[in-house]
Protein backbone atom coordinates (compact mmCIF):
# COMPACT_ATOMS: atom_id res chain seq x y z
CA UNK A 1 0.00 0.00 0.00
CA UNK A 2 2.99 2.46 1.29
CA UNK A 3 4.65 1.36 -2.19
CA UNK A 4 1.32 2.24 -4.13
CA UNK A 5 1.09 5.12 -2.40
CA UNK A 6 4.88 6.31 -3.04
CA UNK A 7 4.41 5.81 -6.94
CA UNK A 8 0.94 7.82 -7.20
CA UNK A 9 3.11 10.47 -5.27
CA UNK A 10 6.29 10.26 -7.72
CA UNK A 11 3.78 10.14 -10.87
CA UNK A 12 1.52 13.58 -9.62
CA UNK A 13 5.47 14.83 -8.69
CA UNK A 14 6.57 14.20 -12.22
CA UNK A 15 3.48 15.47 -14.19
CA UNK A 16 3.53 18.78 -12.11
CA UNK A 17 7.48 18.83 -12.60
CA UNK A 18 6.67 18.37 -16.86
CA UNK A 19 3.80 20.92 -16.98
CA UNK A 20 6.05 23.53 -15.24
CA UNK A 21 8.90 23.02 -17.52
CA UNK A 22 6.38 22.99 -20.05
CA UNK A 23 4.90 26.26 -18.50
CA UNK A 24 8.83 27.94 -18.36
CA UNK A 25 9.30 26.74 -21.57
CA UNK A 26 6.32 28.43 -23.70
CA UNK A 27 6.80 32.03 -21.83
CA UNK A 28 7.70 33.01 -25.04
CA UNK A 29 6.24 30.62 -27.22
CA UNK A 30 7.34 30.71 -31.01
CA UNK A 31 5.36 33.48 -32.94
CA UNK A 32 4.27 32.77 -36.33
CA UNK A 33 5.47 35.77 -39.22
CA UNK A 34 3.21 38.76 -39.77
CA UNK A 35 3.03 41.00 -43.02
CA UNK A 36 1.84 43.71 -40.99
CA UNK A 37 1.85 43.77 -37.06
CA UNK A 38 5.10 43.64 -34.68
CA UNK A 39 4.63 42.07 -31.40
CA UNK A 40 7.14 43.81 -28.97
CA UNK A 41 8.63 40.63 -26.59
CA UNK A 42 9.72 41.31 -22.80
CA UNK A 43 13.42 40.25 -22.99
CA UNK A 44 14.99 38.98 -19.89
CA UNK A 45 17.86 41.53 -20.27
CA UNK A 46 18.67 44.61 -23.02
CA UNK A 47 20.45 43.58 -26.41
CA UNK A 48 23.97 44.57 -26.94
CA UNK A 49 23.77 47.14 -29.97
CA UNK A 50 26.67 46.16 -32.01
CA UNK A 51 25.08 45.03 -35.52
CA UNK A 52 25.12 41.05 -34.28
CA UNK A 53 21.53 38.93 -33.99
CA UNK A 54 22.07 37.20 -30.53
CA UNK A 55 19.88 34.34 -29.71
CA UNK A 56 18.08 36.29 -27.11
CA UNK A 57 16.50 37.90 -30.54
CA UNK A 58 14.95 34.23 -31.11
CA UNK A 59 11.88 34.63 -29.10
CA UNK A 60 10.62 37.58 -31.02
CA UNK A 61 7.83 37.56 -33.38
CA UNK A 62 8.98 38.52 -36.89
CA UNK A 63 7.24 41.21 -39.18
CA UNK A 64 8.27 40.72 -42.16
CA UNK A 65 7.59 42.25 -45.63
CA UNK A 66 8.88 43.75 -49.15
CA UNK A 67 9.27 47.85 -49.34
CA UNK A 68 8.81 49.45 -52.55
CA UNK A 69 9.34 52.62 -54.34
CA UNK A 70 5.94 54.27 -55.10
CA UNK A 71 5.31 56.60 -57.33
CA UNK A 72 5.60 60.17 -55.85
CA UNK A 73 3.99 62.27 -58.72
CA UNK A 74 5.20 63.79 -62.09
CA UNK A 75 8.26 65.91 -61.28
CA UNK A 76 7.13 68.54 -63.90
CA UNK A 77 9.97 70.45 -65.39
CA UNK A 78 12.07 70.36 -62.35
CA UNK A 79 15.66 70.18 -62.32
CA UNK A 80 17.20 68.87 -58.85
CA UNK A 81 20.40 69.15 -59.03
CA UNK A 82 20.32 72.74 -60.18
CA UNK A 83 22.91 72.24 -63.17
CA UNK A 84 20.94 71.70 -66.34
CA UNK A 85 21.91 68.22 -66.51
CA UNK A 86 20.08 65.70 -68.29
CA UNK A 87 17.21 64.56 -66.08
CA UNK A 88 14.25 62.59 -66.59
CA UNK A 89 12.25 65.47 -67.27
CA UNK A 90 7.92 64.99 -67.12
CA UNK A 91 9.23 61.67 -65.56
CA UNK A 92 8.13 60.90 -61.90
CA UNK A 93 9.67 62.65 -58.73
CA UNK A 94 11.56 59.26 -57.51
CA UNK A 95 12.91 58.70 -60.83
CA UNK A 96 14.87 56.51 -61.74
CA UNK A 97 14.13 54.47 -58.53
CA UNK A 98 10.52 53.75 -59.09
CA UNK A 99 9.97 50.26 -58.46
CA UNK A 100 12.84 49.30 -56.84
CA UNK A 101 12.67 47.58 -53.81
CA UNK A 102 14.00 45.11 -50.79
CA UNK A 103 12.94 42.31 -48.61
CA UNK A 104 13.12 43.01 -45.09
CA UNK A 105 12.28 41.81 -41.13
CA UNK A 106 12.02 43.36 -38.08
CA UNK A 107 11.87 42.60 -34.78
CA UNK A 108 11.39 44.20 -31.41
CA UNK A 109 11.90 44.09 -27.55
CA UNK A 110 11.13 45.80 -24.39
CA UNK A 111 13.46 45.76 -20.84
CA UNK A 112 12.84 48.08 -18.36
CA UNK A 113 12.13 51.65 -19.68
CA UNK A 114 14.02 51.20 -23.18
CA UNK A 115 12.36 49.28 -26.27
CA UNK A 116 14.63 47.27 -28.55
CA UNK A 117 14.38 47.18 -32.45
CA UNK A 118 16.20 44.36 -34.41
CA UNK A 119 15.89 45.45 -38.89
CA UNK A 120 17.73 43.41 -41.07
CA UNK A 121 17.27 44.15 -45.03
CA UNK A 122 18.77 42.46 -47.70
CA UNK A 123 20.96 44.71 -50.20
CA UNK A 124 24.08 43.49 -51.67
CA UNK A 125 25.86 47.38 -51.80
CA UNK A 126 27.08 49.06 -49.20
CA UNK A 127 26.08 52.83 -50.50
CA UNK A 128 28.78 55.05 -48.95
CA UNK A 129 29.81 56.88 -51.69
CA UNK A 130 27.58 60.00 -51.13
CA UNK A 131 28.36 63.06 -53.19
CA UNK A 132 32.08 62.80 -53.73
CA UNK A 133 33.53 65.30 -55.21
CA UNK A 134 35.34 65.01 -58.16
CA UNK A 135 36.97 67.30 -60.97
CA UNK A 136 35.74 68.10 -64.06
CA UNK A 137 38.76 68.72 -66.26
CA UNK A 138 36.59 70.23 -68.90
CA UNK A 139 35.34 73.20 -66.98
CA UNK A 140 38.45 73.31 -64.40
CA UNK A 141 35.65 73.13 -61.71
CA UNK A 142 35.38 70.74 -58.58
CA UNK A 143 31.91 69.21 -58.39
CA UNK A 144 30.38 67.12 -56.05
CA UNK A 145 28.77 63.82 -57.78
CA UNK A 146 24.92 64.34 -57.87
CA UNK A 147 22.56 64.24 -55.11
CA UNK A 148 19.64 63.30 -57.21
CA UNK A 149 20.00 60.76 -59.78
CA UNK A 150 19.38 61.25 -63.47
CA UNK A 151 19.62 57.43 -64.81
CA UNK A 152 20.62 54.22 -62.96
CA UNK A 153 24.71 55.22 -63.91
CA UNK A 154 24.45 58.50 -61.63
CA UNK A 155 23.97 56.88 -58.53
CA UNK A 156 25.40 58.33 -55.81
CA UNK A 157 24.04 58.54 -52.27
CA UNK A 158 23.76 56.44 -49.31
CA UNK A 159 21.90 54.05 -47.82
CA UNK A 160 19.12 54.98 -45.51
CA UNK A 161 16.53 53.72 -43.60
CA UNK A 162 13.44 55.95 -41.80
CA UNK A 163 10.42 55.45 -39.28
CA UNK A 164 7.42 57.35 -38.54
CA UNK A 165 5.57 57.36 -35.71
CA UNK A 166 2.42 59.65 -34.74
CA UNK A 167 3.52 62.21 -31.67
CA UNK A 168 0.39 63.61 -31.59
CA UNK A 169 -3.13 62.99 -32.46
CA UNK A 170 -2.17 63.76 -36.62
CA UNK A 171 -4.88 63.09 -38.60
CA UNK A 172 -5.22 59.93 -41.12
CA UNK A 173 -2.03 58.32 -39.78
CA UNK A 174 -3.59 55.57 -38.22
CA UNK A 175 -5.38 54.60 -41.63
CA UNK A 176 -2.39 55.75 -43.72
CA UNK A 177 0.61 55.90 -41.60
CA UNK A 178 3.26 57.34 -44.34
CA UNK A 179 1.15 58.95 -46.82
CA UNK A 180 -1.20 60.96 -44.22
CA UNK A 181 1.84 63.45 -44.39
CA UNK A 182 2.99 62.82 -48.13
CA UNK A 183 1.59 65.71 -50.26
CA UNK A 184 1.57 65.01 -54.33
CA UNK A 185 1.27 67.38 -56.99
CA UNK A 186 2.69 70.52 -55.53
CA UNK A 187 3.30 73.75 -58.15
CA UNK A 188 7.03 74.47 -58.76
CA UNK A 189 8.03 78.23 -58.17
CA UNK A 190 11.64 77.26 -58.73
CA UNK A 191 13.26 74.55 -61.00
CA UNK A 192 14.77 73.00 -57.78
CA UNK A 193 12.17 72.16 -55.91
CA UNK A 194 10.39 68.34 -55.75
CA UNK A 195 6.41 68.43 -56.15
CA UNK A 196 5.79 66.15 -53.45
CA UNK A 197 6.47 66.94 -49.46
CA UNK A 198 5.77 65.81 -46.59
CA UNK A 199 4.43 67.76 -43.63
CA UNK A 200 0.56 67.28 -41.30
CA UNK A 201 -2.03 69.21 -41.99
CA UNK A 202 -3.06 70.48 -39.00
CA UNK A 203 -1.52 72.95 -36.31
CA UNK A 204 0.42 71.32 -33.64
CA UNK A 205 0.40 68.03 -35.47
CA UNK A 206 3.84 65.71 -34.81
CA UNK A 207 4.70 62.82 -36.78
CA UNK A 208 8.02 61.31 -35.11
CA UNK A 209 10.77 60.63 -37.49
CA UNK A 210 13.95 58.30 -36.78
CA UNK A 211 16.35 58.62 -39.69
CA UNK A 212 19.36 56.49 -40.09
CA UNK A 213 21.93 57.38 -42.62
CA UNK A 214 24.91 55.62 -43.35
CA UNK A 215 27.64 58.41 -43.92
CA UNK A 216 26.03 60.84 -41.87
CA UNK A 217 25.30 58.57 -38.70
CA UNK A 218 29.17 57.04 -39.22
CA UNK A 219 30.28 58.67 -35.81
CA UNK A 220 31.15 57.49 -32.64
CA UNK A 221 28.65 56.56 -30.53
CA UNK A 222 26.69 55.62 -33.41
CA UNK A 223 22.85 57.14 -33.33
CA UNK A 224 20.13 57.90 -35.34
CA UNK A 225 19.00 61.01 -36.46
CA UNK A 226 15.78 61.82 -34.78
CA UNK A 227 13.53 64.27 -36.25
CA UNK A 228 9.88 65.06 -37.06
CA UNK A 229 7.70 66.26 -39.32
CA UNK A 230 5.58 69.64 -38.09
CA UNK A 231 2.64 71.28 -39.42
CA UNK A 232 3.03 73.60 -42.73
CA UNK A 233 -0.06 75.54 -44.41
CA UNK A 234 -0.70 73.61 -47.85
CA UNK A 235 0.83 75.41 -50.82
CA UNK A 236 3.79 75.12 -53.27
CA UNK A 237 6.89 72.97 -53.57
CA UNK A 238 8.31 74.96 -51.22
CA UNK A 239 6.68 73.92 -48.25
CA UNK A 240 8.52 71.20 -46.45
CA UNK A 241 7.49 70.20 -42.85
CA UNK A 242 10.38 68.43 -42.28
CA UNK A 243 12.87 69.18 -39.74
CA UNK A 244 15.44 68.62 -36.52
CA UNK A 245 14.40 67.99 -33.19
CA UNK A 246 16.14 70.04 -31.17
CA UNK A 247 20.13 69.99 -30.71
CA UNK A 248 23.06 69.86 -33.43
CA UNK A 249 23.14 67.58 -36.24
CA UNK A 250 26.49 65.43 -36.18
CA UNK A 251 27.41 65.91 -40.05
CA UNK A 252 27.90 69.16 -41.73
CA UNK A 253 28.84 70.50 -45.65
CA UNK A 254 32.48 69.65 -46.69
CA UNK A 255 32.38 72.49 -48.78
CA UNK A 256 33.17 76.52 -48.95
CA UNK A 257 33.43 78.71 -51.57
CA UNK A 258 36.77 80.58 -52.31
CA UNK A 259 38.19 82.97 -55.00
CA UNK A 260 40.23 81.51 -58.23
CA UNK A 261 43.65 82.73 -57.15
CA UNK A 262 44.44 85.93 -59.60
CA UNK A 263 40.96 86.28 -60.47
CA UNK A 264 37.85 87.69 -58.97
CA UNK A 265 35.83 84.74 -59.92
CA UNK A 266 34.79 82.85 -56.82
CA UNK A 267 34.02 78.51 -56.99
CA UNK A 268 33.25 76.11 -54.83
CA UNK A 269 35.65 73.53 -53.53
CA UNK A 270 36.00 70.85 -50.81
CA UNK A 271 36.58 72.62 -47.08
CA UNK A 272 38.58 69.96 -45.54
CA UNK A 273 41.03 66.78 -47.43
CA UNK A 274 42.78 63.71 -46.35
CA UNK A 275 46.30 64.21 -48.71
CA UNK A 276 46.69 60.90 -50.45
CA UNK A 277 43.91 59.58 -48.98
CA UNK A 278 42.01 57.40 -50.86
CA UNK A 279 37.81 55.39 -50.84
CA UNK A 280 36.92 57.14 -48.03
CA UNK A 281 33.46 59.07 -47.79
CA UNK A 282 33.51 61.31 -44.54
CA UNK A 283 35.53 63.22 -42.42
CA UNK A 284 35.72 63.12 -38.59
CA UNK A 285 36.22 66.57 -36.23
CA UNK A 286 38.78 64.22 -34.48
CA UNK A 287 40.78 64.04 -37.71
CA UNK A 288 40.19 67.73 -37.92
CA UNK A 289 41.83 68.16 -34.83
CA UNK A 290 44.78 65.98 -35.03
CA UNK A 291 45.70 67.70 -38.15
CA UNK A 292 45.09 64.65 -40.13
CA UNK A 293 42.47 65.99 -42.11
CA UNK A 294 43.66 69.70 -43.71
CA UNK A 295 41.80 72.71 -44.48
CA UNK A 296 42.24 73.86 -48.40
CA UNK A 297 42.61 77.48 -47.82
CA UNK A 298 43.24 78.45 -51.98
CA UNK A 299 42.39 77.31 -55.32
CA UNK A 300 43.93 78.57 -58.68
CA UNK A 301 43.13 78.52 -62.11
CA UNK A 302 43.90 74.72 -62.96
CA UNK A 303 41.81 73.92 -59.70
CA UNK A 304 45.01 72.79 -57.71
CA UNK A 305 44.30 73.18 -54.15
CA UNK A 306 46.28 74.62 -51.75
CA UNK A 307 46.66 73.67 -47.97
CA UNK A 308 49.00 73.97 -44.81
CA UNK A 309 51.58 72.22 -46.00
CA UNK A 310 51.39 71.48 -49.78
CA UNK A 311 49.27 71.44 -52.95
CA UNK A 312 46.79 68.57 -54.50
CA UNK A 313 46.92 68.98 -58.73
CA UNK A 314 43.90 67.10 -60.09
CA UNK A 315 45.82 66.27 -63.26
CA UNK A 316 47.73 63.85 -61.10
CA UNK A 317 44.49 61.82 -61.06
CA UNK A 318 42.49 59.58 -59.31
CA UNK A 319 39.57 62.58 -58.74
CA UNK A 320 38.13 61.51 -62.10
CA UNK A 321 34.11 62.04 -61.87
CA UNK A 322 32.57 58.24 -60.59
CA UNK A 323 35.69 56.26 -60.61
CA UNK A 324 38.26 58.51 -59.37
CA UNK A 325 39.55 56.61 -55.94
CA UNK A 326 40.83 60.44 -54.46
CA UNK A 327 37.86 61.84 -54.93
CA UNK A 328 36.97 63.83 -51.36
CA UNK A 329 33.84 63.36 -48.98
CA UNK A 330 30.66 65.68 -48.82
CA UNK A 331 30.40 65.77 -45.54
CA UNK A 332 32.37 66.27 -42.10
CA UNK A 333 31.08 64.21 -38.57
CA UNK A 334 30.69 65.03 -35.60
CA UNK A 335 28.92 64.12 -32.24
CA UNK A 336 24.87 64.92 -32.35
CA UNK A 337 23.80 66.79 -29.50
CA UNK A 338 20.60 67.35 -27.19
CA UNK A 339 17.35 65.41 -27.95
CA UNK A 340 18.78 64.60 -31.87
CA UNK A 341 20.31 61.56 -30.23
CA UNK A 342 17.65 59.76 -28.83
CA UNK A 343 18.26 57.19 -30.76
CA UNK A 344 20.94 54.84 -30.51
CA UNK A 345 21.83 52.66 -33.26
CA UNK A 346 24.68 50.48 -34.63
CA UNK A 347 24.18 49.06 -38.05
CA UNK A 348 26.50 46.38 -40.08
CA UNK A 349 26.56 45.52 -43.85
CA UNK A 350 27.13 41.92 -44.48
CA UNK A 351 27.71 41.63 -47.62
CA UNK A 352 24.18 40.44 -48.92
CA UNK A 353 22.55 42.93 -46.14
CA UNK A 354 22.21 45.63 -43.34
CA UNK A 355 21.46 44.82 -39.58
CA UNK A 356 20.47 47.28 -37.35
CA UNK A 357 20.18 47.04 -33.80
CA UNK A 358 18.99 50.26 -32.19
CA UNK A 359 16.94 51.27 -29.12
CA UNK A 360 15.12 54.13 -27.31
CA UNK A 361 13.49 55.36 -23.92
CA UNK A 362 9.83 54.29 -24.04
CA UNK A 363 9.56 57.97 -23.23
CA UNK A 364 12.10 60.36 -23.42
CA UNK A 365 10.59 63.49 -22.00
CA UNK A 366 10.55 65.36 -24.78
CA UNK A 367 7.40 66.87 -26.60
CA UNK A 368 8.24 65.96 -30.09
CA UNK A 369 8.70 62.41 -29.56
CA UNK A 370 6.17 59.26 -29.46
CA UNK A 371 5.84 58.61 -25.84
CA UNK A 372 5.12 54.12 -26.11
CA UNK A 373 2.88 52.89 -23.07
CA UNK A 374 2.99 49.41 -23.11
CA UNK A 375 -1.21 48.97 -22.80
CA UNK A 376 -1.63 50.64 -26.35
CA UNK A 377 -1.49 49.99 -29.94
CA UNK A 378 1.30 52.32 -32.68
CA UNK A 379 0.33 52.38 -36.16
CA UNK A 380 4.04 53.15 -38.12
CA UNK A 381 5.59 53.24 -41.45
CA UNK A 382 8.97 52.19 -43.02
CA UNK A 383 11.03 53.11 -45.46
CA UNK A 384 14.70 52.10 -47.39
CA UNK A 385 16.73 54.16 -49.43
CA UNK A 386 18.68 52.10 -51.31
CA UNK A 387 21.38 54.52 -52.47
CA UNK A 388 19.06 57.28 -52.57
CA UNK A 389 18.66 61.00 -51.54
CA UNK A 390 14.57 61.13 -51.88
CA UNK A 391 13.08 58.14 -53.40
CA UNK A 392 12.12 55.64 -50.90
CA UNK A 393 10.75 52.33 -50.47
CA UNK A 394 8.01 52.31 -48.64
CA UNK A 395 5.81 49.64 -46.43
CA UNK A 396 2.98 51.66 -44.77
CA UNK A 397 -0.05 50.87 -42.54
CA UNK A 398 2.18 48.70 -40.28
CA UNK A 399 1.10 48.43 -36.12
CA UNK A 400 3.36 47.70 -33.13
CA UNK A 401 1.76 45.96 -30.00
CA UNK A 402 3.37 45.34 -26.61
CA UNK A 403 3.54 41.59 -25.56
CA UNK A 404 1.61 40.86 -22.11
CA UNK A 405 4.11 39.78 -19.68
Not at 23 to 51: M, Q, R
Not at 62 to 81: I, K, Q, W
Not at 143 to 167: M, V
Request: with cysteine; glycine share 10%; hydrophobic share 35%.
Amino acid sequence: MKRTQKLATYVVILIFGMAMFSTSCNKHPEHEPSTSELLVEVFEEAPVLDGTVDEMWEICQVLEGTATVPSAGSRGDADFNGDGSTAPTGGDVFDPYKGESNNFTLRAGVFGDMIYFLLEWDDTEDSKDRQSWYFDADTKRWEGQHKYANDDSDKFYEDKFAFLWAATDVAGFADNTCYATCHQGLSLTDPSQKTARHYTSNEGEIVDMWHWKRVRCSIDPTILDDQQMVYKPAGDAGTNGRTGDEGDAGYHNNKQELGITGTEDTVNVPLYVIPDGTDYYWITKTEIDNGTAKLVTAVDAEGILTYDGGTINPADGGYETKTGTKRFPSVWLENFTGSKKDVLCTAKHTGSGWIAEFSRKLNTGNADDVVFDITKEYPFGLALFNNAAIAHEIKTNLLMKFEEE
